[in-house]
Structure formats: C-alpha cells, structure tokens
C-alpha cells in the first residue's frame, strides 16, 4: 500500500490548509507557498502518485481536475484574464509531492512557460 503524502494527510483532514473546493473525487486547497496572487492546488483524494501511473480507470478523477480547475479559477475571477495549468511530473518535472496535483496560477501574467 502506498505511504499517505502531505495532500492525503490534508484530504482526511489530518493537517490545516486552505481549502477551496471539495467533492467525492477531488479537493482543492491554497498552496503553502504561492507562486502568484491565486495559486491553488487540485488533487484526487484517492491517491494517484504521479501522470505516469495513472491509468484508464483514472480518466474520470483526472476529467474532474480539469473541470474542477476550471470551475474554482472562474470563482477566483481569473476566467476573463486567464491562468496557468501545470502538473509537475517526477524529476525533470519538479515534482516534489508524490500525489499528483494540478497547479492553478494566475492573478498577474505568469511570463514564459519555462524559466530557462
Ligand atoms: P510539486 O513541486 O510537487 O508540483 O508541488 C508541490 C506543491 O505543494 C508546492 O508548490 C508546495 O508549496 C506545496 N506544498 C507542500 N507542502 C504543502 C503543505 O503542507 N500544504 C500546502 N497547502 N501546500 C504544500
């Protein structure tokens, strides 16, 4: 069985965080360090750990991030502006928690897609 990450430990209400948007899928909490004026981030509550191991039977959580996502920026009032969608993935990604999660960003222009 997989080890619990920080996000599962938030999801079952184990340690504080901001959360924004919840359901039977997915659940969406401020990041502890934002990177922008609106930085929140969506994860499935059961664990996924990274792209790579999702699977067919994920296509419904990972439709639902999006949608979540979508749903959670036009509450923000980031939809007339706009806003950035990242999923970070293993090494090369950045990826540091290993329960797979939408970044949303926006709040100011976010500037080139990578730093260098
Ligand atoms: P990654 O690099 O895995 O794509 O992103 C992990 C994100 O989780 C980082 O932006 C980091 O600031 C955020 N994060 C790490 N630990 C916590 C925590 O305990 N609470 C919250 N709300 N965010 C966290």
Known sequence: MNEKTVFGRIIDGEIPAEIVYRDESVTAFRDISPLAPTHVLIVPNRLIPDMTRATADDEPVLGRLLLAAARIAEEEG????????IVNCGRHGGQEVP??????????????????
């Open 78 to 85: 980031l939809a007339d502006d706009g806003y950035r969608l």
């Open 99 to 116: 329960h797979l999660h939408l970044h949303l960003l926006g709040g100011r222009p976010l500037g080139p897609m990578l730093a260098d």
